[in-house]
């Protein structure tokens, strides 16, 4: 079978799926050419190709298990942030676009304040301390996860874009906790993007395959909210920013101000309330 024949039917299988995000063409090039170890544009030019029965049977594998609502991006261990390739596998969130958004929120803080010393809750891959930690070259990281596996991964990624220049290995401490409960040092800012979905709300299968403990924040969701907020409170932290859910901007704006921070909230790309930025 030759590639572009090999594309075409996975196109017409994948569109059978119930998936709400399928992509068909665009999955089943990166699909394939994740088997073949080449790009998407190699597909196109050499699509007259004969495709290798075995890379075939490896390729219907990855279609197979798309069809299952199986994400991509643990099929191929990648994940675009920040125009940069992460490695994830399935104990860590699969990062999406609005926590750029995230990323974003801060910059002002850490330039203007000139921020050193931050921590992030929840760091699961590693993407949102390693992109912070690549843009600001003084800045010192802590980066917590209650997961030993997810700790894993963001390892690798930190090893992964670790240079001599950069010097990440030295400016980003992984450390295994519950939130801050073994975080001594002092703070100037904490960011997160926390798990904030309510314990009954309906997700998508495929986002059922992701780890829970990233996902739900409890019967309500905002839960693990409080928390940090509260504990950011006991541990004099000037600066927060976190992601949270589209329904939770007014108890975590009162509960912000009762520990006496001022809160500006963000909206992501489709409008929705998607984070916050606070400080003392």
């Known amino acids: 079978m030759k590639i572009n024949e090999a594309l075409l039917k996975a196109k017409k299988y994948l569109l ?16 394939l050419a994740y088997v073949l170890k ?13 495709l290798h029965e075995d890379d075939f049977e490896k390729f219907w594998h990855y279609i197979e298990l798309r069809k299952n609502n199986y994400p991509v991006e643990y099929i191929t261990h990648q994940a675009g942030f920040y125009s940069k390739n992460f490695y994830v596998n399935s104990n860590v969130l699969i990062p999406r676009p609005e926590t750029e958004l995230l990323i974003n929120s801060v910059d002002f803080f850490i330039q203007h304040y000139q921020l050193k010393n931050i921590v992030e809750i929840g760091t699961g891959s590693g993407v949102i301390a390693i992109t ?6 003084d800045i010192n990281i802590i980066a917590t ?7 894993e ?34 703070i100037d800012l904490l960011i997160s993007n926390p798990p904030y979905i309510a314990k009954d709300y309906p997700l998508e299968p495929h986002v059922l395959l992701e780890p829970h403990t990233a996902l739900f924040g409890g019967v309500q969701g905002h839960e693990i909210l409080l928390q940090i ?30 520990m006496g921070y001022k809160a500006d909230f963000y909206k992501d790309f489709a409008g929705i309330d998607r984070g916050f930025v606070a400080q003392k």
């Not at 939770?248 to 912000?256: D, G, M, P």
């Open 16 to 31: 059978q799926s119930s998936i709400t995000n399928l992509r068909p063409s665009l999955e089943s090039e990166i699909l």
């Open 153 to 186: 991964v963001a390892q690798i990624n930190i090893e992964k874009f670790h240079t001599t220049q950069n010097n990440l290995k030295n400016k980003i401490t992984l450390l295994h906790t519950n939130l801050m409960d073994s975080v001594q040092s002092d």
């Open 132 to 137: 912070l930690a690549l843009k600001y070259p």
């Open 38 to 50: 080449t790009t998407r544009e190699w597909l196109h030019t050499w699509g007259d190709q004969l």
């Open 229 to 258: 907020i509260q504990e950011s409170q006991k541990k004099k932290i000037r600066f927060l920013a976190c992601e949270i859910g589209y329904d939770q901007k007014e108890v975590l704006q009162n509960a912000l101000t009762n």
């Open 145 to 151: 996860d209650i997961s030993l596996q997810a700790l």
